[in-house]
């Protein structure tokens, strides 16, 4: 078997002096932080798509990148064999537990649907070997349902019923071969489910639609006896100009709507949060209070740039807000963090797919540091406690248990029997008490 990784060994923890580029300084994979080491916390998933089946690519150019394994020369089959060789390669000596994939990423499309699902079977068992070779598991599956020119006007949300019913195959594909290779999630990212003009488009129609879908797509796990967690991917827009999954409200509240709550959570993309304009620690706190939090597609955008830039996370103070609200919620159950990241175009050797990944890897590592001293301080949440007291006893109790109507509060306020003082929200003292939480963990090292 070739190598395609050669120059790097294994990498691994070697602490905050070394000045080994391929080691981790904070990532400690067996570290102990709140009774769970750090594997277990993290989860951490490499993405297949931009790590190992994109070339650097881009709208106005080719690819760049230094990668023998997406070979023009050899057959399809035999080049995605060569691909998921240079993937486990590149898994193994990263040292991560997990992957994540495409059903197109691992396996040639063919002339035919049929031939397709053949192609994917083949690469289904052979990614079983690798990962039994290996060790390495998956944490979600999915299937792409918006590159080809058939989705162009979406998959479930199509006015044709003949691409919903193409997407179903392709996803009940997708899910049975998630299934066997023991995934712990299944994604649905509605990359072309939204529109680009409303002049041709009835709104209420296609939500009946991918709600119709999502009914199927719950009715198949049930039939093949998947254990794992359907995952739904918000995004506000990009590649259509408007995507129905906005955000975790927005799919909330449409999987209330359509009875679906129970059956699906999140998977939270940073990049994607950004672009709905909200922090990435808001959609995580909004899927944790509302029992839809399910996965985190790690990653950040560029405060400039209004698309999806996927960039490698590297910014501790945004991603320890995230932890945080993920440690308070209980952490992952049979989530993680995959790093759907994209290297720059420039970054063109093999060895940036390591810095890429240490890097971010390292900073999750940080973050989950801080966070947990955060909550083991507990004065975040004692100061949350104390600013809501007034709900769990007396008239805030009364208020949320029924107990006054509103010509009732109004006749306790005209009387001078209630007369509230305005509190500060003490923003800046809170600011302050995170800054403290980085400052020590950059002086722990
Ligand atoms: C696109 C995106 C996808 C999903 C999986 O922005 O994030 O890669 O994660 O389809
Ligand atoms: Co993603």
Redesign the pocket.
């Known amino acids: 078997m070739a190598e395609f990784f050669s120059t790097v060994d294994a990498v691994r923890y070697e602490g905050p002096e070394s000045d080994n580029d391929y080691a981790y300084r904070v990532y400690d994979a067996d570290r102990v932080v709140l009774g769970k080491t750090m594997r277990e916390h993290l989860r951490i998933a490499v993405c297949y798509w931009h790590s190992f089946s994109w070339a650097g690519n881009d709208v106005f150019g080719a690819g760049t990148f230094d990668r023998p394994w997406i070979d023009g020369e050899l057959a399809p089959m035999d080049a995605a064999k060569v691909k998921m060789e240079a993937a486990f390669e590149f898994l193994t000596k990263l040292g991560v537990p997990y992957f994540c994939f495409h059903d197109v990423d691992i396996a040639p499309a063919g002339d035919t649907f049929a031939e397709s699902r053949r192609n994917l079977e083949v690469m289904v068992a052979q990614a079983e070997q690798h990962m039994a070779e290996t060790g390495v598991q998956l944490l979600w599956g999915t299937s792409n349902c918006f590159s080809h020119p058939r989705f162009a006007a979406g998959a479930a949300t199509n006015p044709d019923p003949e691409v919903f019913a193409y997407a179903a195959a392709q996803i009940s594909a997708a899910m049975e071969m998630t299934h066997r290779l023991g995934g712990a999630n299944y994604v649905l990212?509605g990359g072309r489910e939204g529109y680009e003009t409303l002049l041709n488009t009835r709104m209420r129609q296609e939500a009946d639609q991918l709600a119709r879908f999502l009914h199927l797509v719950v009715e198949r796990k049930h039939e093949l006896g998947f254990a794992g967690t359907l995952l739904i991917?918000p995004k506000p827009q990009e590649p259509t100009k408007h995507q129905y999954d906005y955000d975790c409200a927005t799919v909330h509240g449409f999987l209330d709507r359509y009875d679906l709550a129970e059956e699906f959570r999140v998977?939270i993309?940073c990049n994607?949060a950004t672009l709905a304009g909200h922090s990435f620690h808001h959609e995580v706190a909004y899927a944790v209070d509302n029992g839809i939090f399910g996965s985190v597609?790690a990653n950040r955008g560029d405060a400039q740039n209004g698309w999806d830039t996927d960039q490698f996370p590297n910014s501790v103070e945004e991603v320890s807000l995230a932890v945080y609200e993920i440690l308070r919620g209980g952490g992952f159950d049979t989530g993680g963090f995959?790093f759907?990241t994209k290297l720059r175009r420039q970054s063109m050797a093999r060895e940036d797919l390591f810095h890429g990944h240490i890097g971010g890897i390292d900073t999750l590592a940080q973050s989950l540091l801080v966070a947990a001293e955060l909550l083991e301080r507990g004065t975040l949440e004692s100061l949350r406690d104390a600013r809501y007291a007034g709900w769990s006893q007396g008239l805030g109790a009364q208020i949320l248990a029924g107990e006054h109507s509103l010509k009732d509060l109004e006749q306790q306020v005209a009387s001078g029997q209630l007369d509230p003082t305005p509190v500060s929200g003490e923003q800046e003292r809170l600011e302050n008490l995170v800054n403290r939480a980085l400052w020590r963990a950059i002086a722990a090292g």
């Open positions: 990212w991917e998977n993309e994607h597609d995959n759907d």
